[in-house]
């Protein structure tokens, strides 16, 4: 039993999977008595997969930031996504690029930016809070100046809708819910490359020990800086085929797309944090980023059914915060008793 | 040990009055407003002050709790939602109960202060790191306030609050009150942090929690009374917020603070690795983020745009002083 407790507590994994089956259950069990406005079952599980795309992708490219150590974090992932998706939204409506420059333009610009915020933090020395702080502030302005306020949706641009239908797949697909586009075409191929990254490369290696130990991996002959500064484009990469994505979900490249209301940053943090990511930084897994995505987009599904007209999206904001400040008390208990989480 | 040698130690002990950081900020605000008065010949009178000084107030105000959390080496990412949960309830009293002045500030300072203490509770006592438990509260809030709000905005807010608005009745001798209070509480925070040995505890925590501790300051107390302080401010300021506005009050309220108050506490020299700042900063951080705003609206240029002008001021102003660091390390 203690040992059941134990491996709990230690692996953020094994209690993300846990919390998802229960998650899941209790929406199913709902769903059999009625409780819900629309049948909460695999179909409809599937469909809300849409929304865990650009929530995985951000929170994966704050993973990256915050595994380099040092106070890593970027607040600019939101801006950046206004702004690469204005970038997309120029060369592919405006322009007539072909798609596949136009993306890769786009990733492009927003490695850029991340890499405005990696010399800052890497090479000059600034808090990441606080460069990042910056340049949110300065990206978010540019998105909105460029085009006048004015969102871009061209012909070419609102058929890039078909980007974020659901697909059957193929071979087995009769008997599986079909699957939103996105999770293909950019989801599945940005884990599987963060996870190579982090996990058979050296890049990786070094990422993990300067954010254990900054001063230790420098002595240990590692390039500091270099590495710090690629974490924050990688994570600039990542914002840039976001902005690609939210462009497509909206069929229009809106200037406040990353921004708007609450901002994609915060929820991505959020998702980073509690999929097991430790904020002081050398620790933390894809899977774990990827478990706590699936558990926030099913939790808030799920919710959306259980309560009548807006009060659901207020309800996702109470689970956001309970979830995220149970995980991170979690974490401070687990630290006393047992010396941390894997 | 004669008198004058106290007096020197004394000297040595304290910092100086007022930081390097802040006299360029004076500098730079005092270059700003003279060349916005040539730009445009409305600026420098006193229907485009006083609403500025007003505007200022708020994010100056919690500015200033702000700049002891990051003192002790916390932020609090949370007096957003805070402000939008303590002036929609305001709002609804105001409205529904009909309730005086003095009982509508009394009524958001203490929901502040709750609040305050929700987020001082969890981060003294749970020893998580405060960002991580403010992005929960946020959201907590939110839910709060917007739950609160019901399904739309809070309509017919009466002119109770008058004494802190834009308006003649928030004015004293041309002074708008919310500024004035605004400059009262930073004075005695200024004060109260720079010569009293209880303002000395929290730039120890920030300098070393663990060495402070051994030195005997109560270090989970004082980061409590720090979160807590920091909602009391809220809520006075979401008195001002409700004041500044029209008779309705909108879900936006509160959204987006979070980050303008850091913005004026980073601009204003404190550290935010802990253990150095001045509430001083804060309220010139906040003035000329306020100038800038107001600064591009009269010259004309497209508003969203004051924002890029923030982003480079936080970059100039903490760059200044990383630069100014260095130059005192290889000293």
Same mark, same amino acid.
């Given at each position: ?19 998802l ?12 008595? $009625? ?5 909460y ?15 995985? +992708?951000?929170?994966?490219?704050? +993973?990256?930031?915050?595994?380099? $150590? ?15 998706g ?5 060369a ?17 610009? $927003? ?7 990696? /010399?800052?933090v ?56 079909d699957?939103?586009?996105?999770? /293909? ?16 490369? $050296? ?7 300067i954010?254990?130990?900054d ?30 994505v ?5 069929a ?35 899977a774990?980023v990827?478990?706590?995505t ?12 259980a ?6 999206s ?29 | ?20 950081? #802040? ?10 407003w ?13 229907? !485009? ?5 007003v ?5 100056a ?9 990051i ?5 609090? &990412? ?12 305001t709002?609804?009293a ?23 203490l ?40 009466p ?19 919310a ?7 930073t004075a005695?925070?200024?004060?109260w ?44 300021? !979401? ?18 603070? #979070? ?31 306020q100038?800038?705003v ?9 508003s969203?745009?004051s ?10 102003? &903490?760059?200044a ?11």
């Amino acid at each position: 039993m203690s040992r059941a407790v134990r491996l709990l507590l230690t692996q953020r994994i094994a209690l993300l999977a846990v919390l998802l089956v229960v998650v899941v259950v209790t929406f199913f069990i709902n769903d059999m008595g $009625g409780y819900l406005t629309a049948p909460y079952d695999f179909d409809y599980m599937s469909a809300s997969l849409i929304s865990a795309v650009p929530l995985a +992708m951000l929170g994966l490219a704050e +993973m990256l930031v915050i595994l380099s $150590g040092r106070g890593g974090i970027d607040l600019s992932v939101g801006a950046i996504v206004s702004l690469a998706g204005m970038g997309f939204g120029f060369a592919y409506g405006e322009w007539g690029w072909p798609l596949w420059p136009a993306i890769l333009a786009t990733a492009g610009l $927003g490695a850029l930016l991340g890499a405005v915020n990696g /010399f800052l933090v890497s090479y000059i020395g600034f808090p990441a809070l606080i460069a990042t702080l910056a340049t949110f502030y300065a990206y978010k302005s540019l998105a909105i100046v460029v085009n006048d306020q004015q969102p871009i949706s061209t012909a070419p641009v609102q058929e890039l809708f078909t980007l974020s239908k659901s697909v059957e797949l193929p071979l087995f697909g009769r008997y599986v819910p079909d699957v939103p586009l996105g999770i /293909f075409t950019f989801l599945l191929p940005t884990v599987v490359a963060v996870w190579l990254l982090l996990a058979r490369t $050296g890049y990786g290696r070094r990422l993990y020990a300067i954010g254990t130990n900054d001063v230790a991996a420098r002595w240990a002959g590692i390039p500091v800086r270099d590495t710090r500064f690629k974490a924050y484009v990688y994570a600039g990469l990542i914002s840039g085929l976001v902005a690609v994505v939210t462009v497509g979900q909206f069929a229009s490249a809106r200037p406040d797309a990353g921004v708007s209301g609450n901002g994609m940053a915060l929820p991505a943090i959020t998702i980073a944090v509690l999929g097991g990511v430790a904020i002081t930084g050398g620790i933390g897994r894809v899977a774990g980023v990827v478990l706590a995505t699936l558990l926030i987009v099913w939790l808030n599904a799920g919710i959306l059914l259980a309560f009548v007209g807006n009060e659901g999206s207020q309800y996702q904001l109470l689970a956001l915060g309970a979830v995220l400040i149970f995980a991170a008390l979690l974490n401070g208990l687990t630290n006393r008793k047992y010396g941390g989480t894997q | 040990m004669t008198a004058v040698a106290q007096a020197r130690i004394r000297k040595r002990v304290l910092p100086s009055p007022v930081t390097g950081q #802040e006299v360029v900020l004076a500098g730079v605000i005092a270059a700003l407003w003279a060349a916005l008065a040539v730009g445009t010949p409305a600026f420098l009178t006193a229907g !485009s002050v006083q609403p500025l000084l007003v505007a200022t107030a708020p994010v100056a105000l919690v500015g200033v709790g702000m700049t002891i959390v990051i003192i002790t080496g916390g932020i609090d &990412v949370s007096v957003g939602g805070a402000i939008m949960v303590c002036s929609v309830l305001t709002a609804k009293a105001l409205v529904g109960a009909d309730v005086g002045l003095g009982a509508a500030v009394l009524l958001s300072v203490a929901a502040g202060g709750v609040l305050g203490l929700v987020n001082g509770v969890l981060i003294a006592y749970g020893r998580v790191h405060a960002i991580i438990i403010t992005f929960g509260t946020a959201n907590l809030f939110m839910f709060l306030g917007l739950r609160i709000f019901g399904s739309g905005t809070v309509n017919g807010i009466p002119g109770t609050l008058a004494f802190f608005g834009r308006g003649p009745d928030g004015r004293t001798l041309g002074i708008p009150h919310a500024f004035l209070i605004t400059l009262l509480i930073t004075a005695a925070a200024w004060w109260w942090l720079r010569h009293t040995a209880g303002g000395r505890h929290f730039f120890a925590i920030g300098g070393d929690a663990q060495a402070a501790r051994l030195a005997g300051v109560r270090v989970q107390r004082r980061v409590l009374l720090a979160y807590v302080l920091t909602g009391l401010l809220v809520g006075l300021a !979401s008195c001002f917020v409700i004041a500044q506005g029209t008779s309705t009050l909108d879900q936006s309220v509160g959204s987006g603070k #979070e980050l303008a108050v850091i913005a004026a506490v980073v601009i204003g020299g404190t550290s935010i690795m802990g253990g150095r700042g001045s509430v001083l900063g804060t309220l010139l951080g906040a003035l000329l983020v306020q100038t800038v705003v107001s600064g591009v609206t009269q010259l004309g240029w497209r508003s969203q745009l004051s924002d890029l002008f923030v982003g480079i001021f936080i970059i100039v102003a &903490v760059g200044a002083d990383l630069l100014r660091a260095r130059a005192r390390r290889n000293r």
